[in-house]
């Protein structure tokens, strides 16, 4: 069994796949991006970062603490986070 995605013509992929490639929903809560970011002729999406969230340390397992931080990226909503 297969199916069809309706995606803009500015992505270069193919637009029939198995189900065998299909998620399971995650959650309640789970949201589906209804605006796709715009990708270059590679089909990559260029991330740009437009503020910082939240900083903390964390503790890596076998390793010191190092810095993280929540970003708030250009084009996202911020929903995924």
């Known amino acids: 069994m297969a199916y069809k995605l309706k995606l803009p013509i500015t992505f270069q992929i193919h637009l029939v796949l198995h189900v065998?490639?299909?998620?399971?929903?995650?959650?309640?809560?789970?949201v589906p991006i209804t605006v796709l970011p715009v990708a270059d002729h590679g089909g990559r999406i260029q991330l740009e970062p437009m503020a910082?969230?939240?900083?903390?340390?964390?503790?890596?397992?076998?390793?010191?603490?190092?810095?993280?931080v929540l970003l708030k990226w250009c084009h996202f909503d911020g929903r995924g986070a």
Do not use: F, Q, T
Request: charge should be positive.
């Open 20 to 30: 065998s490639l299909l998620k399971n929903k995650v959650g309640r809560n789970a």
């Open 52 to 68: 910082v969230l939240d900083r903390r340390m964390i503790n890596e397992v076998g390793g010191g603490p190092r810095p993280g």
